[in-house]
């Protein structure tokens, strides 16, 4: 019989004995928080151009997911309900950090993934223990408890990489660590945790603990630890009050930086990359700073994908938890205003190689409910192909991270 030679192309042949199907060892799995098709498309006009591709566009294979929780008080997911739905498989409440509707908590394929003897991380320019990338390392029902969800971290699922921000949560309060309590920028960041010094903890535990850009370069081999400011790795305030969209460290660099030191488990890895100023500074309605998001974003599946060029046992998985400001791409038109003060349009924004420009609109400060896109590379990738539910996810990661024997 004739094997399908092309990892991903068609459909890997099914379990014929001794078939050599393509397997995934390593799966990286990327979300723009908030990112919908409409902030794919803005990015991609202002990135690539009129006729341009963004590198999360080339991606061999495109689908789309629905995101709707199981919430008796919701419609529209957030962020932590919809992780649950990746992490685990299941449907559940917003704010559930991979607990049932009833609190239970449920197997992660984070820990799973551990438990198959790979190599994990997550790396996110949110807290680090921020609703995404948490539920797939931890269980609480309550994803406002962050400290919680770092001792679990350091307990339980442990990560061999954990790169983002959120420092106040590792630490008691009145212990300022390398970010000063009640910084100029945001006084009401301090320290906040009430599970003891989980810096000094993870220490003990062997991570590297590293604060800056220099010594996140610095530190190779094992366990890595790097906090780079007190909350979010940028500061979302209203729209011209301070809002500042400038990681002190990029998502690509540490994203390399991740995926170098996870390459070394023989096992292969799962590594869990995060842009959170897409959803926040789409929460202020706020275009320039979205499109700067994306921008971090897009460079960091850059390096993904060409990881995943050079490693073809890697799943490389582009997506986003839910759409958020309901944002659209519009004409510059200003007769078709549909709000006023922070949810004014936003624009006129340059496309790249053209002299031609668009618009941002808005239509809520909050979530929506429409399909995100999803895109992948790499074997199972052509799973993604259709419509499905964000479940659908854990349906196809399961396979690689957590395989039943
Ligand atoms: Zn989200």
Same mark, same amino acid.
Do not use: C
């Given at each position: 019989m004739v094997l399908n030679p092309t990892p991903g192309a068609s459909g890997a042949p099914q379990s014929t004995a001794k078939a050599k199907a393509p397997t995934a060892k390593n799966v990286i799995f990327i979300n723009g928080d908030g990112m919908g098709a409409a902030a794919r498309e803005a990015a991609r006009l202002h990135l690539a151009g009129l006729q341009g591709r963004l590198t999360m566009d080339r991606l061999p294979v495109s689908g789309q997911l629905t995101t709707t929780p199981d919430d008796p008080k919701a419609v529209v997911t957030d962020s932590a309900a919809a992780a649950t739905a990746w992490a685990t498989g299941e449907k559940t409440y917003n704010g559930a950090i991979s607990v049932d509707t009833h609190g239970n908590p449920l197997p992660t394929l984070g820990a799973q993934a551990k438990a198959a003897g790979k190599a994990t991380g997550l790396v996110t320019t949110a807290q680090v223990t921020?609703?995404?990338?948490?539920?797939?390392?931890?269980?609480?029902?309550?994803?406002?408890?962050?400290?919680?969800?770092? %001792?679990?971290?350091?307990?339980?699922? /442990?990560?061999?990489?954990?790169?983002?921000?959120?420092?106040?949560?590792?630490?008691?309060?009145? *212990?300022?660590?390398?970010?000063?309590? /009640?910084?100029?920028?945001? *006084?009401?960041?301090?320290?906040?945790?009430?599970?003891?010094? !989980?810096?000094? &903890?993870?220490?003990?535990?062997?991570? %590297?603990?590293? *604060?800056?850009?220099?010594?996140?370069?610095?530190?190779?081999?094992? &366990?890595?630890?790097?906090?780079?400011?007190?909350?979010?790795?940028?500061?979302?305030?209203?729209?011209?009050?301070?809002?500042?969209?400038?990681?002190?460290?990029? !998502?690509? @660099?540490?994203?390399? &930086?991740?995926? &170098?030191?996870?390459?070394?488990? /023989?096992?292969?890895?799962?590594?869990?990359?995060?842009?959170?100023?897409?959803?926040?500074?789409?929460?202020?309605?706020?275009?320039?700073?979205?499109?700067?998001?994306?921008?971090?974003?897009?460079?960091?599946?850059?390096?993904?994908?060409?990881?995943?060029? @050079?490693?073809?046992?890697?799943?490389?998985?582009?997506?986003?938890?839910?759409? *958020?400001?309901?944002?659209?791409?519009?004409?510059?038109?200003?007769?078709?205003?549909?709000?006023?003060?922070?949810?004014?349009?936003?624009?006129?924004?340059?496309?790249?190689?053209?002299?031609?420009?668009? @618009?941002?609109?808005?239509?809520?400060?909050?979530?929506?409910?429409v399909d995100v896109p999803v895109t992948a590379a790499g074997p199972l990738a052509s799973r993604f192909t259709g419509k499905h539910a964000n479940t659908y996810v854990h349906d196809v990661l399961s396979q690689v991270l957590a395989p039943r024997r």
């Open positions: 921020d609703a995404s990338p948490a539920a797939f390392f931890a269980n609480t029902a309550d994803r406002g408890k962050q400290d919680e969800i770092a %001792r679990q971290y350091l307990d339980v699922s /442990k990560p061999d990489v954990i790169l983002g921000g959120g420092e106040d949560w590792w630490l008691p309060a009145g *212990t300022a660590g390398a970010f000063p309590d /009640k910084p100029a920028e945001d *006084t009401s960041e301090g320290s906040r945790g009430t599970k003891g010094n !989980l810096i000094a &903890k993870a220490q003990r535990s062997g991570y %590297r603990y590293v *604060t800056n850009a220099k010594d996140l370069d610095k530190a190779t081999g094992g &366990k890595v630890l790097g906090l780079f400011g007190n909350e979010e790795m940028f500061q979302q305030r209203p729209e011209g009050q301070g809002d500042v969209y400038a990681p002190a460290v990029d !998502l690509a @660099t540490m994203t390399s &930086k991740a995926l &170098k030191t996870l390459d070394k488990n /023989k096992k292969g890895f799962f590594l869990m990359v995060e842009e959170e100023g897409v959803d926040e500074f789409a929460h202020s309605n706020n275009g320039t700073r979205v499109l700067q998001s994306m921008q971090q974003l897009e460079k960091a599946v850059a390096v993904a994908r060409a990881y995943q060029a @050079t490693h073809p046992d890697t799943l490389l998985v582009v997506t986003g938890d839910h759409e *958020t400001g309901g944002l659209a791409v519009e004409e510059n038109d200003t007769a078709d205003e549909s709000g006023t003060g922070v949810s004014a349009e936003d624009g006129p924004f340059t496309i790249h190689g053209s002299d031609r420009t668009f @618009t941002i609109d808005w239509t809520t400060s909050g979530h929506t409910s």
